[in-house]
């Protein structure tokens, strides 16, 4: 089973900033948090990841709460193209390398 | 140049059937995956291979038959496929580093099974 809990969707307005939320209140001390989206019909593309520091890469930025129970991601400028499923995955460093996707919160960004 | 590819991109079939998956991936990885996508969206990770060697499996019915004939490659075989088995099948791969990696995902095979 998943380790995160996402709204299941969420609409934002083209240009604007989208901020997603994801709680992850089980994290343990090793293990990053994963964003990856999924636009309609195609693979999954990784955007971020982060173990407890803010992290920003040319997609997006990760905020991670102090106590590492929740976090945001940030799409700055959000374009139509961003729309699609978002994942919050939770992933130790050594493990096999397995991700677990759940739902995903559904982004909709509307002209 | 494609990191990521699989053959074919949609595959129709009838219940009983074999048929294959092949994956490939370009980018010097030691690590493959194969995920499943259902119709109700949900993405599982069916089978995992680290330099031609599985290291994991998902409880998949043994009708599922990764091969990895090298680290580039790793195809999904299905024996007696089951209209369960239509679904989206996506092939992914890593290079496992510290601090965590990123997954590179193809653009899946649409499998039906009539």
């Known amino acids: 089973d998943a380790k995160t809990t996402q709204p299941t969707s969420m609409d934002c307005a083209e240009g604007r900033a989208a901020n997603l939320p994801c709680n992850h209140s089980t994290i343990s001390g090793n293990e990053y948090v994963y964003w990856y989206r999924q636009i309609h019909s195609q693979g999954p593309q990784y955007i971020i990841h982060g173990l407890k520091n803010n992290e920003t890469n040319e997609m997006a930025s990760l905020i991670i709460t102090e106590d590492r129970k929740s976090s945001t991601l940030i799409l700055p400028h959000a374009t139509l193209r961003d729309t699609a499923v978002y994942y919050c995955i939770v992933r130790g460093s050594s493990n096999t390398g397995k991700l677990i996707f759940g739902q995903g919160t559904t982004l909709q960004v509307k002209p | 140049d494609t990191a990521v590819s699989q053959t074919p991109k949609y595959l129709v079939t009838q219940m009983g059937n074999d048929k294959s998956i092949k994956c490939e991936q370009n980018?010097?990885?030691?690590?493959m995956y194969w995920y499943k996508q259902d119709s109700k969206k949900f993405l599982k990770i069916m089978f995992s291979?680290?330099?031609?060697?599985?290291?994991i499996n998902e409880t998949v019915p043994n009708r599922f038959s990764p091969k990895s004939p090298d680290k580039a490659h790793l195809n999904l075989h299905i024996n007696s496929l089951e209209l369960g088995d239509s679904a989206v099948y996506f092939c992914?791969?890593?290079?496992?580093?510290?601090?965590?990696?990123?997954?590179?995902f193809g653009p899946g095979t649409r499998l039906t099974v009539l």
């Open positions: 992914a791969s890593s290079q496992e580093l510290a601090g965590g990696n990123e997954q590179f």
């Open positions: 980018l010097g990885h030691d690590t």
């Open positions: 291979y680290n330099n031609k060697e599985l290291i």
